[in-house]
């Protein structure tokens, strides 16, 4: 069994069909366990596109390996994040970013709110005289809410409903 050294993780010598090699600037550093590549994706030492490959294998990308990155992609969750927010029909569409994530249950409830919302206006445009305070509320939520979302996708901070980083 041969043991290599790593920059950030010093040695490994784990021996095993599910052993990964990693590629950082031409110089291969391995084999490490699934385990091993997720506290080196999580300090940052690899990303999406860090060359892996198993033992006896070509190289991929980290991002194709489903146990580290998410099949999710960050520029569409920021479309139907900031296209809730940006479009006149952004109040409906509200809550479908969090439903593309994984995030069922907020993504539903945050539907919900949207569509109060949306029904809020309605009712507000035909009764002038109606009292829409819970309705106002509702809309104040879901921009929020959504804005919210927004600035958590873009700064890396919102994972899929499996929690893994998006790509």
């Known amino acids: 069994m041969t043991t290599f050294q790593s920059p950030m993780f010093g040695s490994s010598?784990?021996?095993?069909?599910?052993?990964?090699?990693?590629r950082i600037r031409g110089q291969e550093y391995g084999p490490y366990s699934i385990d091993q590549l997720i506290n080196m994706r999580d300090s940052n030492e690899i990303g999406p596109s860090t060359e892996l490959r198993f033992?006896?294998?070509?190289?991929?990308?980290?991002k194709d390996e489903a146990l580290l990155f998410s099949t999710k992609s960050r520029?569409?969750?920021?479309?139907?994040?900031?296209g809730s927010?940006?479009?006149?029909?952004?109040?409906i569409l509200s809550g479908l970013d969090?439903?593309?994530?994984?995030?069922?249950?907020?993504?539903?409830?945050?539907?919900?709110?949207?569509?109060?919302?949306?029904?809020g206006l309605i009712v507000t445009s035909i009764d002038k005289k109606s009292d829409n305070t819970f309705f106002i509320f509702c809309m104040l939520a879901v921009v929020g809410w959504s804005v919210y979302d927004l600035i958590a996708i873009i700064t890396k901070?919102?994972?899929?409903?499996?929690?893994?980083?998006?790509?």
Do not use: C, W
């Not at 010598?13 to 990693?22: F, H, K, Q, T």
């Not at 901070?157 to 790509?167: E, R």
């Open 13 to 22: 010598s784990i021996a095993g069909a599910d052993n990964y090699y990693v």
């Open 55 to 62: 033992e006896s294998g070509s190289y991929f990308q980290a």
């Open 75 to 82: 520029t569409v969750a920021m479309a139907l994040s900031g």
């Open 85 to 91: 927010l940006l479009t006149g029909a952004g109040i």
């Open 98 to 119: 969090r439903l593309y994530l994984g995030h069922k249950t907020s993504g539903f409830i945050k539907l919900i709110f949207s569509l109060f919302s949306f029904i």
């Open 157 to 167: 901070k919102m994972n899929d409903g499996d929690g893994l980083p998006l790509v």
